[in-house]
């Protein structure tokens, strides 16, 4: 452990204005150099995503002194940028989320920013929803989405309702810097501070429901489970199936409450199969046709199907699937379909809707992972006097967005199409599992799979650096050439001896492209993981890959 580790340590310990449960804990852990370093060996990264981390006490750490810290740089961007700046908050049922949230507005109202605050938890859109209203500069919430109980964030949004850019993430983390967490943080005053009244989420539901494409004269019969995992989705979206005629809807009691502590689904994540065990069991108690599950922040949604006699998991893919096929086919029947319409996906997001596309003249934007960039494509749309050519916005994990009031992924609007799509199939005899198996007769077929690898702390942040290396250097893969390299971290696509540049932001994500299918690696952006993402249309190819990855991953680990 360096001495700069340790003097922040000791400088921590010393403060007279730390809490005492904080002190308490640091001198629990004195003398072990491991739990010091891994608290304090760095602050805490403020990215396009705001902060996200552990609840804890240190430097890498989330707690109420890295939330101040965090809010005056903010402020005091906000302050050198606007003459009358003001602030939407919002956050979900999270441990800590709502002092984390008031602690925040504190610091900005005592710098002289107007903060508009929510009293009670609501989904991450109705936030990026309620800035764009209010015509706010910015926006915050606080939440740390699927991840375990242990986490917690701050989102940071900006004036359009998106996350916060890299431009301006950078002008943020640039005021952070230059704080001390101590001295330099003003708070007390909380006379700018006003609660958000029910005036403006009504307009965030009225607008939800302008994204309904079932025909009034749909028979409603659809048999519905839902699951808000304890998180903040029970009110949005029960309320905006019943506004849709949708009467026979079961929550599972469970989970209907909020609880930080994420009792009954420890993986809070609805692309996680056991996290459903509990909606799958009142789907098949209540014999109903589909379960619907949105995460603790309510921008992400998972479903399970009825399918005769069995039940169908849908991966966050297919769901991004079926909702594109249901929407462009819908709107053109019903002739509200855009002349020009226009597919957002991320570049790990299947490409089968690219081959979809293709064939039915639909536009497809790539985009980097990070809903922020489809938000950004919907303000470019915008400029081009395109809005309404944008048809939907998706990544495969599970998050999907249509309307183009909001700048992030939104479970409630999801839940709604979802439920409208599957209402619509069944009026015409069949369930969302067999227009999928249509879709690859009429298509072909067509496989993604997902793995994931935990590697915490110092030591794990060098490994995924030499698992990416790795793979940046591989001349082929199981007996595969790849026919084009992208490399996202050097803008560079490489096909034979051609090289062109790549026209997105800078990522560290590798996508490899052979004849018959694909691999990317990137590591997670709010987690100490990296993600393989294969797309391939046989199985036979999938195992190969899937052995190949785990080859590879043992080989890194034991070089170390």
């Known amino acids: 452990m360096n001495q700069e580790v340790l003097k922040e340590y000791e400088k921590w310990l010393n403060e007279p204005s730390l809490d005492e449960e904080s002190r308490n804990i640091l001198l629990s852990i004195k003398g072990n150099e491991e739990e010091i370093n891994d608290r304090f060996y760095q602050n805490l990264a403020f990215g396009t995503g705001g902060l996200r981390g552990v609840m804890d006490v240190g430097t890498n750490r989330l707690n109420i002194y890295v939330v101040r810290k965090a809010t005056?740089?903010?402020?005091?961007?906000?302050?050198?940028?606007?003459?009358?700046?003001?602030?939407?908050?919002?956050?979900?049922?999270?441990?800590?989320?709502?002092?984390?949230?008031?602690?925040?507005?504190?610091?900005?109202?005592?710098?002289?920013?107007?903060?508009?605050?929510?009293?009670?938890?609501?989904?991450?859109?109705?936030?990026?929803?309620?800035?764009?209203?209010?015509?706010?500069?910015?926006?915050?919430?606080?939440?740390?989405?699927?991840?375990?109980?242990?986490?917690?964030?701050?989102?940071?949004?900006?004036?359009?309702?998106?996350?916060?850019?890299?431009?301006?993430?950078?002008?943020?983390?640039?005021?952070?810097?230059?704080?001390?967490?101590?001295?330099?943080?003003?708070?007390?005053?909380?006379?700018l501070i006003n609660i958000i009244g029910e005036d403006v989420y009504n307009a965030y539901l009225d607008s939800t429901y302008t994204q309904s494409v079932l025909a009034k004269e749909e028979k409603r019969d659809l048999?519905?489970?839902?699951?808000?995992?304890?998180?903040?989705?029970?009110?949005s979206v029960?309320?905006?199936?019943?506004?849709?005629?949708?009467?026979?809807?079961?929550?599972?009691?469970?989970?209907?409450?909020?609880?930080?502590?994420?009792?009954?689904?420890?993986?809070?994540?609805?692309?996680?199969?056991?996290?459903?065990?509990?909606?799958?069991?009142?789907?098949?108690?209540?014999?109903?046709?589909i379960l619907v599950a949105t995460d603790p922040d309510s921008d992400r949604v998972g479903a399970v199907c009825r399918d005769k006699s069995d039940l169908y998991y849908f991966t966050?893919?297919?769901?991004?699937?079926?909702?594109?096929?249901?929407?462009?086919?819908?709107?053109?029947?019903?002739?509200?379909?855009?002349?020009?319409?226009?597919?957002?996906?991320?570049?790990?997001?299947?490409?089968?809707?690219?081959?979809?596309?293709?064939?039915?003249?639909?536009?497809?934007?790539?985009?980097?992972?990070?809903?922020?960039?489809?938000?950004?494509?919907?303000?470019?749309l915008e400029s081009?006097?395109?809005?309404?050519?944008?048809?939907?916005?998706?990544?495969?994990?599970?998050?999907?967005?249509?309307?183009?009031?909001?700048?992030?992924?939104?479970?409630?609007?999801?839940?709604?199409?979802?439920?409208?799509?599957?209402?619509?199939?069944?009026?015409?005899?069949?369930?969302?599992?067999?227009?999928?198996?249509?879709?690859?007769?009429?298509?072909?077929?067509?496989?993604?799979?997902?793995?994931?690898?935990?590697?915490?702390?110092?030591?794990?942040?060098q490994t995924i650096e030499n698992i990416m290396s790795f793979y940046r250097n591989q001349k082929d893969i199981c007996n595969r050439v790849p026919v084009t390299t992208n490399d996202y971290l050097s803008s560079i696509s490489r096909t034979g001896k051609e090289e062109t540049i790549i026209k997105l932001p800078k990522s560290n994500v590798l996508k490899l492209i052979f004849e018959d299918c694909s691999l990317t690696v990137r590591p997670s952006g709010t987690e100490p993981k990296i993600k393989f993402y294969i797309m391939c249309k046989s199985t036979k190819t999938m195992d190969e890959l899937k052995a190949y990855v785990n080859d590879s991953i043992e080989k890194i680990k034991s070089a170390k």
Do not use: W
């Not at 009358?84 to 507005?105: G, L, Q, W």
């Not at 301006?168 to 708070?187: H, P, Q, S, V």
């Not at 019943?242 to 689904?265: L, Y």
């Not at 183009?404 to 009026?427: P, S």
């Open 72 to 191: 005056q740089g903010f402020a005091n961007y906000l302050t050198k940028t606007y003459k009358d700046p003001s602030i939407a908050i919002a956050y979900d049922s999270r441990n800590h989320s709502k002092e984390y949230a008031f602690v925040a507005a504190d610091v900005l109202s005592s710098n002289g920013v107007k903060v508009y605050i929510y009293d009670r938890i609501m989904p991450t859109p109705v936030l990026s929803f309620t800035t764009r209203y209010l015509k706010c500069k910015a926006g915050i919430v606080l939440t740390a989405s699927h991840n375990p109980k242990q986490y917690n964030g701050y989102k940071v949004y900006g004036d359009d309702g998106c996350q916060a850019t890299d431009a301006l993430a950078a002008k943020i983390a640039n005021e952070i810097n230059n704080i001390d967490i101590f001295k330099d943080i003003k708070y007390g005053d909380k006379s």
């Open 384 to 461: 081009e006097n395109r809005r309404d050519d944008y048809l939907l916005g998706l990544e495969e994990s599970c998050g999907y967005l249509t309307n183009t009031n909001v700048r992030d992924k939104d479970a409630v609007n999801a839940v709604l199409l979802v439920a409208e799509m599957a209402q619509y199939y069944k009026n015409r005899g069949y369930s969302l599992k067999e227009r999928m198996d249509k879709l690859h007769e009429m298509y072909g077929e067509y496989y993604t799979g997902l793995m994931n690898f935990e590697f915490p702390g110092q030591s794990g942040k």
């Open 238 to 289: 029960t309320k905006i199936l019943d506004r849709a005629g949708f009467k026979n809807v079961n929550v599972v009691k469970e989970q209907r409450d909020p609880d930080g502590n994420f009792t009954t689904c420890p993986y809070p994540n609805p692309e996680i199969k056991e996290t459903l065990d509990l909606g799958v069991k009142l789907l098949n108690d209540t014999d109903s046709d």
């Open 316 to 380: 966050g893919n297919e769901v991004g699937i079926l909702l594109f096929d249901y929407l462009y086919n819908v709107k053109k029947e019903r002739k509200v379909l855009s002349k020009k319409p226009v597919l957002v996906k991320t570049v790990v997001t299947s490409d089968f809707m690219n081959e979809i596309a293709n064939k039915l003249g639909v536009e497809v934007r790539e985009v980097l992972t990070g809903f922020k960039y489809i938000g950004e494509t919907i303000k470019n």
């Open 223 to 235: 048999k519905i489970c839902y699951t808000p995992l304890h998180g903040a989705g029970l009110e």
